[in-house]
């Protein structure tokens, strides 16, 4: 596996990849890449910082990978990783980053330091708020000029994959829903719609299945499961995958699905 490298939009110096290791803060562990028990909840940091108004694409940071054995310098599906509160890239990568799929994958840095992590937007307000879903609108925006930046500067081909978990989900769904020029397939995980993402949200988004433990008490299923049934009416295609007994957190089996997901995207994309 050949090392990823830490970009600022442009080169920044060589990073090996740890394996897969906790979500920090107050997200729970990804199962490994085998499969296995999640981890179990952790002490939360102070809250974050509120976001500035608007982030440049430049400010975005990246680790890249190339997964399935491809070539760097090939034309590849992008697939775009966002990770949840208080996690990191280099930690979140290992989820995909042993993928038997051929795709350039790109796990951006959340954009405000969080305890030993990092945050993507401010959540001192409830999941639904206003201000909470005003935040994921302007990650959102950073990310899909970041994507675009990405796609323009590296060989890809088409429209990015996305996924996420739980803040990294609710940027999966804000990219499909508000940026669908730079997204052709999103796979949210553990994640919510907010009114704010919800408005203006139409069928010209791509094809969307969202992955939710039913035992989710950090991020209930219930709204997620209301927005995914508002969203059909739209006509948006999007299908919700439930997981009894698993919380907030990227079980095996959801692990195993969200991959069968992208070698399906991937294997589409021309």
Not at 180 to 193: D, E, I, K, N, Y
Not at 254 to 263: G, V
Request: charged residues 20%; hydrophobic residues 45%; contains cysteine.
């Amino acid at each position: 596996m050949r090392p990823s490298r830490l970009r600022r939009c442009h080169a920044w110096s060589a990073l090996a990849l740890a394996s897969l290791v906790s979500l920090a803060a107050c997200e729970r562990r990804a199962a490994p890449p085998g499969g296995g028990a999640a981890g179990t909840e952790q002490q939360a940091p102070p809250a974050a910082p509120a976001a500035s108004a608007a982030v440049p694409a430049a400010a975005v940071e990246y680790l890249e990978e190339i997964t399935g054995g491809a070539d760097r310098n090939e034309a590849l599906p992008l697939v775009v990783a966002i990770h949840g509160l208080g996690d990191r890239p280099e930690s979140f990568a290992g989820l995909l980053s042993g993928a038997d799929v051929k795709v350039r994958l790109i796990v951006p840095r959340g954009l405000t330091p969080y305890g030993g992590g990092y945050s993507w937007f401010p959540l001192q307000q409830a999941l639904a708020s206003d201000e909470v879903g005003q935040g994921i609108l302007r990650a959102a925006a950073a990310l899909a000029a970041t994507i675009e930046r990405v796609a323009a500067e590296r060989p890809t081909r088409g429209m990015a994959i996305v996924t996420g978990f739980s803040q990294g989900g609710a940027l999966t769904f804000a990219l499909a829903l508000h940026h669908p020029r730079v997204v052709g397939a999103a796979f949210p995980m553990g994640g919510w719609v907010p009114p704010a993402v919800l408005h203006g949200a139409g069928a010209a988004a791509p094809a969307l299945v969202a992955l939710h433990g039913e035992d989710d008490r950090r991020v209930p299923i219930g709204p997620t499961r209301d927005a995914i049934a508002a969203l059909e009416g739209r006509g948006v295609k999007v299908r919700l995958a439930s997981y009894p007994g698993v919380g907030h957190t990227v079980s095996g089996e959801m692990r195993r699905d969200l991959l069968q997901l992208i070698r399906g995207a991937a294997a589409e994309v021309r």
